[in-house]
């Protein structure tokens, strides 16, 4: 499993036990319930045919969560000693037992595994699991739902500020750009508690850059939520932005596909914005469309909101006690991280720069944490350990690196040159002393 696909893993798992290792003030006898629930239910494992958790296993985590000290990496799954092994059903099965559901589509999974083996599709030394085979049918579409009778939905509210967030994209107005006319587009993080917006800016794209950017500033100004509830954009959905919210401490949630219902606190903000600030905005550039919002938002933290009778920013800082600050190193936890492995020169390339690495990570493969608009000052780590900020490549100054006996280096200045020696081929005259 690479280290991208761990971080996935460790970031799923945190989602599963952020409210048991987060909240300190459950009742006695809530964690147990907790976990009751959340073996109860189906789960989408990533890099797992599983759909079920099982009471120890979430335990497990929660232990090594806590013991190491609320570390996202004591989460990364260690490696199977399987590796190597086929864990999944072949190709040839899988179309045999899409082509047999076609045939008998009411016929239940018991009865289709039984026809698999009396027609002999099934592979020698292979078994059908029924939620094995139940998952394969519904990926294919020919898995026909149960019945359900109408949804129950409730109206819900966090009970402290900062306990859970709410961010979506908005389609805002055409501004200038420099000669052309472009869609502007609203990314805003609203608080469920107080209906406080910790930012919103227009940004004219909705690309991942854009929503890191936002969410960055967010957390800066108002602190780091417990939960983070999104959309299912591209953005929303990057591994980036998992890694970055499971390094903070923070539970990444995305609503429902096809499911707008839970999202009506932050759709109700921006029906607000397009019926009271967009139609008095009379046209400019993106920088005087976000001064505007500025100066519409401070008037509406003060305003009175209609659903919790108090002003956004009163309820908000009612209990200042419960927030958790951004670290001081915010910035730190947004840099994208690539993977290298050092040359026999201790050479690292990033985006066509040249870095030297430190010569003991020779012909190791490392990780390169960075940032998109600060290429030059990268942050090299193996294992875990952080070996420093490397320094691009002198390729001058190289030339002037000469090696002692021990391989340890050392650099000749202009100041005293060493002599030339050269002038004959094979009979070179010793150095006069004067």
């Known amino acids: 499993m690479t280290e991208e696909q761990k971080k996935q893993v460790a970031a799923f798992r945190f989602g599963v036990i952020h409210d048991l290792v987060n909240r300190m003030d459950m009742d006695r006898g ?18 797992s045919q599983k759909t079920n958790i099982g009471r120890t296993t979430i335990l497990r985590w929660m232990e090594r969560y ?34 047999l559901r076609r045939e008998f589509p009411r016929l239940r999974l018991a009865g289709l595994i039984e026809k698999m083996h009396e027609r002999n599709l099934v592979g020698a030394g292979m078994k059908l699991y029924p939620s094995t085979v139940y998952r394969i049918l519904r990926h294919h579409g020919v898995m026909k739902p149960k019945g359900q009778g109408p949804e129950d939905r409730r109206k819900f509210e966090a009970e402290l500020s900062n306990d859970l967030w709410q961010s979506d994209v908005m389609h805002g107005p055409m501004v200038k750009a420099g000669d052309k006319m472009r869609k502007a587009y609203l990314i805003a993080f609203l608080d469920d508690h107080s209906r406080l917006i910790p930012h ?15 969410f960055e500033k967010a957390l800066s100004k108002r602190g780091l939520p417990r939960k983070h509830y999104t959309d299912n954009g591209s953005a929303m959905r990057s591994h980036h932005l998992e890694n ?24 109700r903000f921006f029906r607000n ?62 840099r994208k991280i690539a993977r290298r492995r050092v ?8 985006h066509g720069k040249l870095f030297e690495a430190p010569v003991c990570l020779i012909g190791k493969q490392v990780e390169i944490l960075y940032h998109d608009n600060d290429e030059d000052r990268v942050e090299i780590r193996y294992d875990g350990i952080s070996h420093g900020f490397p320094r691009a490549v002198d390729l001058n100054v190289n030339c002037t690196v000469k090696r002692d006996k021990n391989s340890f280096p050392r650099v000749t200045t202009g100041e005293n040159p060493p002599r030339y020696k050269g002038g004959s081929l094979f009979c070179p005259k010793k150095e006069e002393h004067s």
């Open 30 to 47: 809530e964690p147990e319930r907790l976990i009751r629930e959340k073996c109860s239910r189906k789960w989408s494992i990533p890099f």
């Open 66 to 99: 806590k013991s190491s000290g609320a570390r996202i990496e004591s989460l990364y799954p260690p490696e199977r000693s399987d590796r190597g092994k086929c864990r999944a059903m072949d190709e040839e099965t899988v179309l045999s037992l899409v082509n």
């Open 200 to 214: 919103a800016e227009f940004y004219l794209s909705e690309n991942l850059e854009c929503y890191m950017n936002a």
């Open 244 to 267: 970055v919210c499971a390094s903070l401490g923070i539970a990444l949630i995305h609503a429902r596909p096809y499911k707008p219902q839970g999202k009506g606190k932050i759709e």
């Open 273 to 334: 914005i397009r019926d009271s600030f967009l139609e008095g905005f009379e046209g400019g550039d993106l920088e005087k469309l976000n001064e505007e919002l500025k100066l519409w938002l401070r008037g509406y933290h003060e305003r009175e909101h209609g659903s919790t009778g108090q002003s956004p920013f009163k309820r908000f800082t009612e209990n200042m006690k419960c927030l958790r600050p951004a670290p001081e190193n915010l910035p730190d936890h947004f």
């Open 343 to 350: 040359a026999g020169d201790r050479t690292i390339t990033l």
